[in-house]
């Protein structure tokens, strides 16, 4: 059975920093995708971030880049999201997401065949 389980999100103040972590367990994604998406109350969930597990090539929405920095732990089926200079938008609870074959479509929630439960980060002002 595959699982995802997500950790590190919380409260932080704007301008501050979190690092969310996801494990993955139950089948390899090394020649997948994982990726961030994250859904804040009333609103889509949306694409975040997302790294291919060979080459570590990293994606990014607009709204982030420059801010958040997604890696994977080589030899694990890991996932992190370094989250730095937080607004109060970014506000959402955060998903990882994992496809064990890249289509292409990284920011898109169709890609992905399996999701963690969600960690709640909320930024105050």
């Known amino acids: 059975q595959v699982q ?23 089948r390899s994604f090394s020649r997948g995708v994982m990726g961030w998406f994250r859904q804040a109350p009333g609103k889509e969930r949306e694409f975040v971030a997302a790294i291919r597990r ?7 929405a607009d709204s982030v880049k420059g801010r958040f920095t997604i890696s994977r732990e080589e030899g694990k089926n890991s996932v992190y999201l370094q989250m730095n200079s937080l607004k ?3 506000t959402a609870v955060y998903y990882c997401a994992a496809d064990p074959n890249f289509g ?3 920011y898109d929630t169709y890609e992905y065949d399996y ?8 930024v105050s002002s």
């Open 4 to 26: 995802l389980v997500e950790s590190g999100g919380g409260l932080v103040q704007a301008g501050g920093s979190l690092r969310l972590s996801c494990a993955a367990s139950g």
């Open 54 to 60: 060979s080459g570590g090539y990293t994606y990014y």
């Open 88 to 90: 109060p938008e970014d």
């Open 104 to 106: 292409g479509s990284y």
């Open 115 to 122: 999701w963690g439960q969600g960690t709640q980060v909320t």
